[in-house]
Nanobody, 127 residues
Framework: QVQLVESGGGLVQPGGSLRLSCAAS????????IVWFRQAPGKEREGVSC????????NFADFVKGRFTISADNAKNTVYLQMNNLKVEDTAVYYC????????????????????WGQGTQVTVSS
């Protein structure tokens, strides 16, 4: 049974940092595109970043480039989203997701293409 569990959210001041984790079970994530999305109140879910760890493939939305990094620990079957220089507009529920197809790619970050989702973790950036 495929399961994704996010953790690491919280309250942080503008300019601060958080590291989110997405722990996978029921499959080995290294050959799958693991995608981070976020959804702010009243807004659509949007893609943030993606990684296929076995291929060294990553992608980032323009609004997080230079601030967020993504990595994976295949031994722990976990993907991390390191978020630095956080802004108030980064406030959202952050989700990780994946498709049921290996090597589906990270070129496009479309929520409607994902087959499995975690429950989400809240990130609040506020002074």
């Amino acid at each position: 049974q495929v399961q994704l569990v996010e953790s690491g959210g919280g309250l942080v001041q503008p300019g601060g940092s958080l590291r989110l984790s997405c722990a996978a079970s029921g499959f080995s994530l290294k050959n799958y595109a693991i995608v981070w999305f976020r959804q702010a109140p009243g807004k659509e879910r949007e893609g943030v970043s993606c990684i296929i760890s076995s291929g060294g493939v990553t992608n980032f939305a323009d609004f997080v480039k230079g601030r967020f990094t993504i990595s994976a620990d295949n031994a722990k079957n976990t993907v991390y989203l390191q978020m630095n220089n956080l802004k108030v507009e980064d406030t959202a529920v952050y989700y990780c997701a994946t498709r049921s197809v290996v090597f589906s790619g990270c070129a496009a970050l479309h929520a409607d293409e994902q087959d499995y989702w975690g429950q989400g973790t809240q990130v609040t950036v506020s002074s």
